[in-house]
């Protein structure tokens, strides 16, 4: 069983950065991808970014692939986000999440595969 817990929200002025943090604790840790995805209030979870486990490859949102890094850390079971010039449209709940398993296919954006979630970390970018 895994359980993921998020840290490094909070709150930040419009054109700065934020890094989150996810840490995966379990007896055996070797899934597929991590991912993290974002929820706006009345709006639904949105992919961000992920990355696979073992090579380190990366998947990233067209609209913000320019602003936001996703990185691992294999020794501590950790993905990180590193988010630059926050706009207030950033803010949300933000969550990472663990993908066990390959379906054969290349995308890594569908939250459906997503079989374990973090409890999600505030993040609020005031103009």
């Known amino acids: 069983q895994v359980q993921l817990v998020e840290s490094g929200g909070g709150l930040v002025q419009a054109g700065g950065s934020l890094r989150l943090s996810c840490a995966a604790s379990?007896?055996?840790?070797?899934?597929?991808?991590l991912a993290w995805f974002r929820q706006a209030p009345g709006k639904e979870r949105e992919f961000i970014a992920a990355?696979?486990?073992?090579?380190?490859?990366?998947q990233y949102t067209d609209s913000m692939k320019a602003r936001f890094f996703i990185s691992r850390e294999r020794v501590t079971n950790t993905v990180f986000l590193q988010m630059n010039s926050l706009k207030s449209e950033d803010t949300a709940v933000y969550y990472c999440?663990?993908?066990?398993?390959?379906?054969?296919?290349?995308?890594?954006?569908?939250?459906?595969?997503?079989?374990?979630w973090g409890q999600g970390t505030q993040v609020t970018v005031s103009s």
């Open positions: 999440a663990v993908r066990s398993r390959s379906d054969g296919r290349s995308g890594l954006s569908d939250r459906e595969k997503y079989d374990t």
């Open positions: 379990a007896r055996v840790f070797n899934p597929y991808a």
């Open positions: 990355i696979r486990w073992n090579s380190g490859t990366t």
